[in-house]
């Protein structure tokens, strides 16, 4: 067990994560690109706090199954690498963060490549500071009061149009003359901020197959 995953105080339950399939031949399940892996953050996850390249390790709350297959057990280690990062910065820009998940690590050792990134409402996996994602739903209505007003200070739900949401902010906050401007030149954008133990779902972009009646899950 590695010393983030220990350190982290997060309690996952006895519930299972259930996805219906088609059955498939002998004892090899695949699971599509598209579906959704349920997780838990063993530390904060911040635009402010990472740096690209750095190592992230989530954690699943409860049983991944596929198919009626157990895929990988409750307090399997999910291992990523930042590829995309920007801090906020003055002129209203918002910081981002994107993680490639690339393996599961179950607590029997057994390793499971996969593909995968947080699950965005457009797709990509990039977090942006100051937008609404899906992630930001999930963790919000599921944390304390108390801890969710400081860990959504960063966090302002405004949907913005256009692709790049930090540059269009900054830019349609400038637009105008005078004071509106310098206005925007000194305000900060939002950093992204997910706090431990907050539930967050990892969207496969590529299938997985694996053999679970190898993996002796059961006694």
């Known amino acids: 067990m590695n010393a983030s995953f220990a350190a982290s105080n997060y309690q996952y339950d006895s519930s299972s994560q259930v996805y219906s399939g088609q059955p498939l031949r002998g004892s090899v399940v695949s699971v599509p690109a598209g579906a959704v892996i349920s ?10 706090t990472l740096v690209k390249g750095q190592a992230v390790q989530l954690a699943l709350g409860s049983d991944f199954y596929y198919n009626g297959k157990m895929i990988a057990p409750a307090g399997s280690t999910v291992y990523g690498t930042v590829t995309e990062l920007s801090k906020a910065k003055y002129g209203d820009m918002n910081g981002r963060v994107k993680i490639l998940f690339t393996q599961i690590t179950t607590p029997y050792g057994v390793q499971i490549p996969i593909s995968g990134v947080i699950k965005t409402n457009d797709g990509s996996g990039v977090l942006v500071g100051g937008t609404k994602m899906d992630v930001t739903k999930e963790y919000a209505k599921n944390m304390a009061v108390g801890t969710a007003a400081g860990a959504l200070s960063g ?3 405004g949907a913005l149009a256009g692709g790049d949401v930090g540059r269009g902010a900054a830019l349609g906050t400038a637009v105008g003359a005078g004071g509106g401007a310098v206005k925007a030149a000194a305000k900060k954008g939002n950093p992204v901020s997910i706090p431990a133990n907050s539930r967050i779902d990892i969207l496969l972009n590529q299938p997985i197959t694996v053999n679970p009646s190898a993996y002796s899950y059961e006694d």
């Open 39 to 48: 997780a838990v953050t063993t530390s904060e996850i911040g635009s402010e």
């Open 155 to 157: 966090l302002v739900f």
